[in-house]
């Protein structure tokens, strides 16, 4: 059997960090599992940065974590010892905005599950933050962490399913699309995609004619992101550093980017992954060193 996992991995093309930086105009890189985990940087992170700052180099953070302000993020990556200023940092948070206005949605009531960031995201694209439990016209899951677990998603569902019952129009919003994320020595926690399936789940189970109770997901892979980068740099000219498959390889790709997987977060390829063959990166990236 590892035999056959091991025939069935793709021929993957190795490169070198100090490669990727003279190969690319712009590159973009994903936080969790590539520079940082929850207790500080990862390996060579803080000299890539530092580095990519001496040279200024353009580079921005894909980050599908939706729970911190770009300046708020910023100065986590400080305290971590990776100079990353705001202006640097694309949130799939900050993507509400234009999605609050592409769909009418100022003024709205907004149940957020998340801390206060995630609530900020909302008001400044127009929404109004309401309790889960007071009735709401979206509802958006911007982190899995900042209330009350059990309780907050039995209020959440309950209320979706009187509006349904009422056939009452809901908005069901999803910044961050990841299912699990990594953590200190190894572990995982799930994150708000879990969330949302198990929302749709629940849907899907009390109203199996109802194809449309589906969440509407913004960050990577889907492209609004990568517009946004792409809006910043001025150029197509990039190259996604990522560690899922799912999200950072496949989004790239479909947006027509480069893409490298680094092995230091989600995606593991000495497993034999299935998806790896179906969602093949560019590179394989085995360190952030500099040559």
Known sequence: MQGDSKKNQPDLQTIEM??????????????YGVLVTEAGGLPGAAELIYELNRRQKPYYLLTNDASKQPVTASERFHGYGLPIETQRVITSGSLLAGYFKEKHLAG???????PEDCAKYVTDAGGMVVSPADGFDALVIGDESGYPFVETVDAVITEIFRKVDRREAVHLILPNPDLIYPKTGGGFGIASGSIAGMIEAALQLRYPDHSSLKFDRLGKPHPAIFKEALKRSGTMDMVMIGDQLETDICGAKAFGLDCALVSTGV???????????????TYLLKSLKLT
């Open 18 to 31: 100090e490669a990727l930086i003279s190969r690319y105009a712009v590159l973009l890189l994903d936080a």
């Open 108 to 114: 709205a009531r907004c149940a957020v599950l998340g």
């Open 267 to 281: 995606t593991d390829l000495s497993s034999g992954d299935p998806a790896a063959q179906h969602l093949p990166p």
